[in-house]
């Protein structure tokens, strides 16, 4: 797992694209054709659930950022 940025202010969703990106860069390798079934399904498994949790964080960071200038008395979460 790599280390965990507070946020990209760019682009939140940052981290879970290279996630994406390097999922699918193991399933298109070769290395990946000498898997057995469950190997790729494990595989998928563990970066599948990394990957959401970036995407989750990203879409987290995006609200706080919409919301960092809001003063605190207008939030409603």
């Known amino acids: 797992m790599e280390p965990y940025d507070?946020?990209?202010a760019i682009d939140p969703f940052t981290a879970a694209t290279r996630a994406f990106d390097c999922l699918k860069g193991a399933l298109a390798g070769p290395e990946?054709?000498?898997?057995?079934?469950?190997?790729?399904?494990?595989?998928?498994?563990?970066?599948?659930?990394?990957?959401?949790?970036?995407?989750?964080?990203?879409?987290?960071?995006?609200?706080?950022?919409?919301?960092?200038?809001?003063p605190d008395q207008a939030v409603r979460l």
């Open 6 to 8: 507070a946020f990209d």
């Open 32 to 70: 990946s054709a000498a898997l057995s079934h469950h190997e790729l399904e494990d595989l998928v498994g563990l970066q599948g659930r990394e990957l959401l949790r970036l995407l989750f964080q990203g879409h987290l960071d995006r609200v706080w950022l919409s919301l960092r200038d809001v």
